[in-house]
């Protein structure tokens, strides 16, 4: 049978998988609980064996893609590691407050 949980907390599940940009293919996506390095190396390593190892990978700056390891990993293997920068909400013009003069 499988595992019963006695007590009626939530868990948080993470999905971790490459997609081809071109195709849209996914090669390779795992769910688990926690998002680390060695994890993401992992669904790496699976996804390579299922297609070809990529050119370039596109990420954010979470730490579990901002590692030592995968970066060794990756420039041994020559995948190129771009990282998105991080965005910053502006405001528009019809949005922003407008100070009222006092007067």
Not at 14 to 33: K, M, Q
Not at 44 to 66: E, Q
Request: proline residues 5%; charged residues 20%.
């Amino acid at each position: 049978m499988g595992r019963r949980f006695e007590s009626c907390q939530a868990y948080h599940l993470t999905n971790f998988g490459l997609l081809d940009y071109c195709s849209r293919i996914i090669p390779y996506l795992e769910a688990g609980f926690g998002e680390t390095e060695r994890r993401f190396i992992t669904v790496l390593h699976k996804a390579t064996a299922r297609k070809a190892i990529p050119r370039r990978l596109l990420m954010d700056n979470h730490a579990s893609f901002t590692g030592h390891d995968l970066r060794v990993l990756c420039a041994k293997i020559d995948i190129h590691i771009a990282s998105l920068q991080p965005r910053t909400h502006v405001q528009s013009p019809a949005t922003r407050a407008v100070p009222m003069d006092a007067g």
